[in-house]
């Protein structure tokens, strides 16, 4: 059974700073790795798909890595702004392109200026 | 393109009652998943709708049901109510599944009185 577990569970980092949120998963026999993020009290916004074949993906101040062998994910945020804070979410496919999404914990951040 | 909508955005039910949300996918995508978002379990898939066919089921109990109309509108509902069952119900689209980016709605926060 897939179990996704991201680290820190809370984050609270002033503003300009390199941040790094992490995400584990226990199968890796995945699909794909998908970033979110979440405001309070609303729905996810896509930040990043990597597919299990790539290494990365990048997206503006945004790069993820994806080491599927070891299970690993992690969302690297450059130069961090107030706008930034947020919940953070990565969620794993399975094996194939029409498996289920197994969500993580999330990384609730806060950016203060 | 407009986004993913759902209504209402706001329920209050009282325990025993039955509650039907709705979900209008973006236009063109075929594909509308179901999830249920708590503090204690975070989010957890629901099921997973493709023309007008449940393709994937998550692990909840029978009295959570969905479907899709061929405009890829899709319902949810959840019959005799139970104080757990109070929860943000989120949907995604996409054009085939959940191999590929998911498009999230605001959600329906309910509520189990």
């Known amino acids: 059974k897939q179990e996704v577990t991201q680290i820190p569970a809370a984050l609270s980092v002033p503003e300009g700073e390199n941040l790094v949120l992490n995400c584990s998963f226990t199968?890796?026999?995945?699909?794909?790795l998908q970033w979110f993020r979440q405001d309070p009290g609303k729905g996810l916004t896509s930040l990043l798909l990597?597919?299990?074949?790539?290494r990365e993906q990048t997206s503006g101040r945004l790069n993820a890595s994806l080491d599927k062998s070891s299970g690993r994910s992690t969302l690297y945020i450059a130069a961090s702004q107030p706008g930034d804070s947020a919940t953070y979410l990565c969620?794993?496919?399975?094996?194939?392109?029409?498996?289920?999404?197994?969500f993580g914990t999330g990384t609730r951040l806060q950016v203060f200026p | 393109k407009a986004g993913v909508t759902q209504t209402p955005r706001y329920l209050i039910k009282t325990r025993g009652q039955q509650v039907t949300l709705s979900c209008s996918p973006i236009?063109?995508?075929?594909?509308v998943s179901w999830y249920q978002q708590t503090p204690g379990q975070g989010l957890q898939f629901l099921f997973e709708?493709?023309?007008?066919?449940?393709?994937n089921k998550g692990n909840f109990p029978g009295r959570f049901s969905g479907r899709q109309f061929s405009n890829s509108r899709s319902e949810m509902n959840v019959s005799t109510l139970e104080l757990g069952d109070s929860a943000l119900y989120l949907c995604?689209?996409?054009?085939?599944?959940?191999?590929?980016?998911?498009?999230f709605g605001p959600g329906t926060r309910l509520l189990v009185l």
């Open positions: 995604a689209s996409s054009p085939r599944g959940t191999g590929e980016t998911q498009y």
């Open positions: 199968d890796s026999a995945i699909y794909n």
């Open positions: 990597i597919q299990s074949s790539q």
């Open positions: 969620a794993v496919g399975g094996l194939i392109g029409t498996d289920k999404l197994i």
């Open positions: 236009s063109g995508h075929r594909s």
């Open positions: 709708y493709f023309s007008e066919t449940q393709r």
